[in-house]
């Protein structure tokens, strides 16, 4: 296996050099170094060449002759290796307890919600939670909201406490109070007393009506324009009627599955109706 695969390339590079018109004396060296590495390989066997024998080949004219292969690119995975370590995202607390903060001010920056935003904070879509009001930050727990979770809230004073009590009034922005809503009896006494007389074409007293239908009947509107009521009166017209919506069971799996199936109705109706009007334009354009 050895012999013959060192006897072919030598014996072509001794027959190139006998062909050649203008011999050297090097090359004249050279050809009777092959002539004789030739014979020594020949008469030995497959794989019984010597020490003594292999030193005679290596000469310093031989080896000039030889090629030796060097790499033609680097070697793989040397290109992304900057990318296998990243620079830090510089993630973890901005801002300790009891430090001053602006509204937009970075408190936490994470991955994940490790904290959740409490009270005059918000999160962002990343994750990092910043102060919504200027104050002073604090990092509490609020067993009644949540068991396990951790919060990041602004308090307006210095020596502030979070979270407040349950049913204690919250602060908001310019130290304002949150006051509770007004009752129904409490409404209907308020317009009882700016009831003012109707009084007719001829001068005489009709009935009583309120201060704002006085000022409609007053005021002249265009064709087409009517007075509205307000937002929270409508919102309120099933509570005056006696109207009561069920409250919610989630172990009620029929109606759960009425609703997903109501829905699933309107996305194939909407889904029709939009195939149809893209059939309708295709057929205009052509």
């Not at 060449?49 to 292969?69: D, E, G, H, Y």
């Not at 809230?153 to 009590?165: H, I, N, R, S």
């Not at 149809?276 to 295709?282: D, Y």
């Amino acid at each position: 296996m050895f012999q013959p695969r060192l006897l072919a390339p030598l014996r072509a590079l001794e027959r190139g050099l006998t062909r050649a018109p203008a011999a050297t004396t090097t090359i004249r060296n050279t050809s009777s170094l092959l002539r004789n590495t030739s014979s020594i390989l020949s008469a030995t066997s497959n794989n019984s060449i010597t020490q003594s024998k292999l030193t005679a080949l290596a000469s310093p004219t031989l080896l000039q002759f030889l090629q030796v292969r060097h790499a033609s690119h680097a070697s793989q995975g040397t290109a992304n290796r900057h990318s296998r370590d990243p620079a830090g995202k510089r993630l973890g607390a901005k801002r300790t307890t009891g430090e001053y903060v602006v509204p937009g001010c970075i408190i936490f920056r994470q991955r994940g919600t490790k904290w959740f935003p409490g009270e005059n904070c918000a999160m962002g879509r990343d994750h990092t939670i910043y102060a919504a009001e200027a104050g002073y930050v604090r990092y509490y727990l609020d067993p009644e909201r949540h068991p396990d979770r951790k919060y990041i809230g602004v308090v307006f004073e210095k020596d502030g406490k979070l979270p407040t009590p349950k049913n204690a009034p919250t602060r908001r922005k310019l130290n304002r109070v949150a006051v509770r809503f007004e009752p129904e009896e409490e409404l209907i006494a308020a317009k009882q007393g700016d009831l003012v007389a109707k009084v007719g074409e001829d001068g005489t007293q009709v009935g009583s009506a309120t201060k704002v239908e006085a000022a409609q009947a007053a005021v002249q509107l265009r064709p087409g324009y009517m007075y509205r009521e307000a937002n929270w009166s409508i919102g309120r017209a099933a509570e005056k009627a006696g109207i009561t919506a069920k409250p919610y069971n989630r172990k009620n799996r029929w109606l759960a599955w009425r609703k997903r199936t109501a829905k699933a109705d309107r996305a194939a109706q909407m889904k029709s109706l939009k195939n149809k009007k893209k059939g309708a334009k295709k057929k205009g354009g052509k």
